[in-house]
């Protein structure tokens, strides 16, 4: 079983005795504890040389990520509170080749924003503020140490609503997300951050200062530079503030559950949305009966229909007009009745049922996470062949004996699938008792490789961090990571940003 | 008068007597030509060497951009049938050291498709299928030399449409758009190309294939490098394919034609459509008076409103239900009638009236280009001080006395502005009777001085390309612009791709 004691979780570096500390990087001396020291307030450096067993705890925290898989040994913490304190922190790291590790909300799924040996954690956490809004143009600019959730409320004050939403949303923070270029629940109808964000402050590792902050929604000035930064998990420099459109906050929010018993049909109610629900529709996501059988056991969670089936459907709509919408979405429900692709389907009665079907659904990950450990995977493939990783993976590890149902001594408990399907995007969360080697070795890359040759990418959302940099391969083409690594090298000359993860070796 | 005999055209090396031919670059030869008919199929190869008649007439058409304001001298005019000829192309321009100058409908307004000098011209006009759509995910993949009114047409017989809608479209081909981050009519509803361009093939200049032609909506496998070449110019790479992602053709289309008496009332109008119409909204255009004499004068046509007002407004809604959007843009004009912001309203009562507004509105740049010469600029600005640009532009022309309303001898004829507001893009359009070095030093650098000091961009959609190329630093600080030149730099180290403009030095 995983444990809940953080002093007792494997050191990233142990389990994965491949990865060696690379000795160009100078190991932390009190010499450099006191630079920052003199350049920070002395509260905001969090050092294991003060043997305080405070700090201590304190350092194990962002040592550890989310899902207690990965476990750095970082002694010390840097909490800049603005970009100055940021430009002269990466500054000093780069003359001094102190690696570096940039954090936020500390709630990503890939290991990208914990430290593997001995780099300086440097989190956004003290910049939080929100900067202006402009109820004109909807623009929101922020500090990138954000909470996602407190951005959501300040936003929904003033009539408008942020384009993301996830269910770390009361941990992760806005620099993160853009890091991660995270999805989220509603990108089918707000899409992309690569859309959302109009400009981005970001300092570089030599402490420079990109300054491109921008609140216009058009620009055709030059490279966009900005969107290197969008998906970058911080190996190319620090993001610290951030300018995000955000849409009016909607007058109706109406939702329905449907159930269906095969992927054709489910493929089927996704297009019939998509034509009679076109501009309201706001989320298509699903979640199939193994996802759904852990919520019920551990979330005690019960959804609105009669019967067992194959897949669930959490179907969205965001208006103006309460009332156009319910005609909308009646009339797509007797069509889907007619054709028979659902077999069941629920309209919520009101905001608080809209908000239970969204806990079932968001409950999925949670649920799947309590089994001990969970291997979790975020791929973005066409839709046609989307949910066949699942099926396929039950195979493979029934095959290996591995994966038992029914039998309580089996190695994997289950094997569960959801996500957003309009986005071609799904989340297999394989539950195991623990992390073993056996199990990843039999997942992964077989994983990878399906998904190469089923045309999708191994990333839709969560990015690649340290569980995924070895296998970018599998998504983009050798001419492809050249260039990236061109990129790192020209931004980032000595490598200190977040190494050992995402492109690990430059040319 | 400018001319409409294309020979008279004043060569742009003429006008502009700053730029200088770079003498790095080799000059065309025989066998250069040679090389390039024993690889791409004989009539796809035109150049002047032949001394035909019907060739060099052909070159001119080539050379010259669509306002007839830049005029380039290349000799040779390549047309690739594919991705093969077109790296087998750019690998042996690199490595002869030849000048290149992408183009794809020639429509640009920056100078940016055409050559300064004896650049050679690789277009893509022979590359123009369509390769595969997919009706559940609405991904369209096509060459980059397909015409984009011939997608919209494709799109549309399918039950879709392209996001992108702009007056050029019968001319203008997907590959330039690309190139040139183009925006356009519906970009408030549909967003902006970072978003719906989901993959790309683009040739380097050394002739290596970036194959990123993803129809997936998401990826978060690494940096997002066809970014790069949205907005590029040609400069880094020539654009082969494009995956492009289509909404599903809205079921109604209505629209209604405002008048407004001040620029304060026009912001109301846009914050109460922002409200009560979010979710069907799909264009927020003005143009002013100014613009609409123009209209009358040159194209006869007449907007069924009964006074003349300062400001027009064409407000569309795309949706999926008549009667809902009937009843929806009733209480918005209810609302704008109360408030008293808008001072004549009218809703289209059929398809063709709704299309004869759109008429009106895309007419303004063809009437404001039909006075000898036009000087035009595609700002970005925030939207409180958007319009204040046309009317300090109009008083520094009058003071200058050069634009005198009411004299026929003035050498500036009308000041007109347009766009798209929702976007903050404003078109100032400075008609004259001809390209004069005078008007051009009274407008510039004043307008992009201007713009910075008013938080904008000097290009919102056409680019930057020769016109605004020695600009750029009024919109990106120098950290930024030394991060395009390394980009430059790694992709195009001889500095073959669109010299002269964008970019000219670097480091």
């Known amino acids: 079983m995983a444990t809940n004691n953080l002093e007792e979780i494997e050191f990233t570096a142990e389990h994965y ?26 509260e905001n450096v969090l050092c294991s040389f003060d043997n305080s067993e405070e700090t201590k705890k304190e350092l194990l925290k962002f040592n550890i990520d989310w899902m207690k898989k990965y476990r750095g040994q970082s002694q010390l913490v840097l909490l800049p509170t603005s970009t100055e304190e940021v430009s002269k922190c990466l500054k000093y790291c780069n003359d001094n080749k102190l690696a570096v590790v940039p954090q936020s909300g500390n709630s990503g799924l890939v290991g990208g924003s914990v430290p593997v040996f001995d780099e300086i954690i440097i989190s956004t956490k003290a ?43 009361k941990y992760c923070c806005i ?14 109808r707000y899409g992309s951050l690569h859309s959302n964000v109009l400009g981005l402050e970001v300092v570089l590792p030599n402490g420079q200062v990109i300054d491109n902050l921008s609140r216009l929604r058009k620009d055709s000035t030059g490279y966009d530079i900005k969107q290197l930064f969008i998906g970058a998990e911080g190996t190319l420099g620090i993001v610290t503030n951030v ?36 501009e309201i529709i706001s989320a298509f996501e699903f979640f199939d009966e193994f996802a759904y059988s852990m919520v019920k056991k551990h979330m005690k969670l019960e959804a609105p229909l009669k019967q067992q089936n194959e897949f669930y459907i959490l179907i969205e709509t965001h208006g103006s007009n309460k009332e156009h919408d319910d005609a909308k979405l009646n009339a797509f429900l007797e069509t889907i009745k007619e054709c028979k692709a659902a077999q069941e389907g629920y309209v919520s009665k009101s905001n608080e049922q809209t908000r239970s079907f969204w806990v079932m659904r968001e409950s999925v990950p949670v649920a799947c996470s309590l089994n001990g450990a969970v291997f979790k995977y975020d791929l973005s493939i066409p839709m046609a062949s989307l ?16 994966y038992r149902p029914g039998d309580d001594t089996s190695e994997v408990i289950n094997v569960a699938a959801y996500g957003h399907i309009g986005d071609g995007n799904i989340h297999l969360n394989i539950s195991c008792k623990s992390y073993s080697k056996e199990i990843t070795d039999l997942i992964e890359p077989y994983i990878y490789q399906w998904t190469q040759e089923h045309h999708g990418v191994i990333s839709g959302e969560h990015g690649l961090g340290l569980m995924k940099g070895t296998y970018l391969g599998y998504s983009k083409s050798g001419v492809m990571i050249n260039i990236m690594q061109n990129i790192k090298k020209m931004l980032d000359p000595n490598n200190i940003m977040n190494p050992y993860k995402y492109l690990p070796k430059s040319q």
Request: aromatic fraction near 8%.
């Open 243 to 278: 300018a995000i459109s955000t849409p009016r906050k909607p007058k109706a929010i109406n939702a329905v559950l449907l159930s269906s018993n095969s992927w054709e049909n489910v493929q089927v109610i996704y297009k019939k949305a998509k034509e009679e629900l076109q």
């Open 17 to 42: 005795n491949y990865l060696k500390r690379d000795e160009r990087y100078n190991r932390l001396t009190e010499e450099h504890v006191e630079y920052f020291k003199s350049i920070l307030p002395k």
């Open 175 to 188: 620099g993160g997300n853009v890091s991660s270029n995270a999805g989220g629940l509603r990108y089918l």
């Open 387 to 402: 949910y066949s990783v699942a099926v396929d993976m039950r195979k493979r590890l029934m095959d290996a004996n591995v």
């Open 127 to 169: 910049m939080n503020k929100i900067l202006d809004f402009d109820d004109m143009s909807g623009v929101l600019i922020c500090n990138a140490g954000c909470v996602l959730s407190d951005l959501e409320a300040y936003a929904e004050e003033r009539g408008f609503m942020v384009p993301l939403d996830m269910g770390s949303k």
